[in-house]
């Protein structure tokens, strides 16, 4: 059944399951246009029962059948039209209208993000092959409803089930859906220039392994948030986060990261743990250990020595979920 709004919970709230949009075929209902369904076993064991689906097939609820005639999204790129493959039907009203519905209804239900059935001319989130009157290949696009989410809720993360089976881009999809999460959590109900602030400075340490230039972006930004109307502040603070984080952070850069932390705690440290906190680090920087362990490490030294403006950061205080679900890697 379709999740509906629930009371908001921040991020950090113990016994919080991230609640997402899924297209229905991938959990397994026989939806798909031949009466198949597309369920991806290893994308559903890693999830488990740590979220909450909500499932979403745009092709049966604008009202198409099962089976239906297979489509594919035509003509020009930019803006594509949906069509039926053998008749050239054109499906795009019909899907538009419903979209608009559905989408108002999506924006109260609390959603954390989306994972979207890939090459899908409805779900698909890219590299969607256009096809022009002959046939051929004209371009790529995103399917009709997967657009619609991007431009509609730009700061909600959105996958598709491909790119989840990489490890990487596992880990970034996880990391977004909770810091995005704790974002739009401090901009509610109200947000203010100071509740904006103080989410940057708890993540600056998270932030430094993504994008470094769009870093600098936020950090002027920032600076200037007195001389900005809130709204666009927030606009444009938004974007750019949701730009560096989808910039996956790599083992070399989340080193440095937690270097740079060790940097700050090493004078409380004995010679002894700190060299075990290098190891742990250098251990991630090869490949040889999640991020977990060098950061959970680190993390029990900053509470050990109550170093404060380390024990705020996000990457020392992730909700235990957020470090299950990214463990799954
Ligand atoms: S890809 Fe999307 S539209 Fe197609 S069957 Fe799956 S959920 Fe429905």
Redesign the pocket.
């Known amino acids: 059944m379709m999740a509906r709004a629930g009371t908001r919970k921040d991020a950090h709230e113990p016994g919080l399951k991230p609640r997402l949009g899924v ?4 959990l397994g209902e026989n ?3 031949d009466g198949t369904e ?1 369920s991806d076993p290893l994308l559903l064991k890693a999830f488990g029962d740590d979220v909450e689906w909500a499932p ?5 609820e604008c009202g198409m059948t099962v089976p239906r005639d297979p489509m594919h999204l035509a003509d020009d790129p930019d803006s594509p039209r949906l069509v039926t493959t053998a008749t050239g039907e054109d499906q795009t009203g019909r899907m538009q209208t419903w979209i608009r519905s559905r989408l108002d209804e999506l924006a109260g239900c609390n959603l954390w993000g989306f994972v ?2 890939s090459r ?1 001319p ?2 698909g989130t890219g590299a969607v092959p256009v096809l022009d009157a002959t046939g051929e290949q004209a371009g790529e696009a995103a ?1 009709l ?1 997967a657009a619609a989410v991007a431009k509609r809720f730009p700061l909600l993360p959105v996958a598709d089930e491909r790119s989840l089976r990489d490890d990487s881009m596992w880990d970034n999809f996880i990391e977004r859906l909770f810091c995005l999460k704790r974002y739009r959590d401090s901009m509610r109900p109200k947000g203010s220039r100071d509740s904006l602030v103080a989410f940057h400075a708890a993540h600056e340490l998270q932030l430094m392994a993504h994008d470094q230039d769009v870093l600098s972006k936020m950090e002027e930004l920032v600076a200037r948030s007195k001389k900005l109307p809130l709204d666009e502040l927030s606009a444009r603070y938004g974007e750019l986060l949701t730009t560096t984080m989808e910039f996956v952070a790599t083992p070399a850069r989340n080193a440095d990261v937690l270097l740079h932390a060790l940097g700050l705690l090493e004078r409380y440290m004995n010679p002894g743990e700190r060299q075990d906190a290098l190891e742990a680090i250098e251990e991630h920087r090869g490949g040889r250990a999640s991020l977990i362990v060098p950061t959970k490490l680190l993390g029990r030294h900053i509470r050990k020595y109550h170093v404060e403006h380390l024990a705020t950061q996000s990457c020392f205080a992730a909700h235990p979920l957020e470090l299950k679900l990214r463990s799954h890697v």
Do not use: A, W
């Open positions: 297209s229905t075929c991938l939806v798909r246009y597309k979403i097939c745009p092709e049966v979207l059935k899908s409805s779900c399917g409803f």
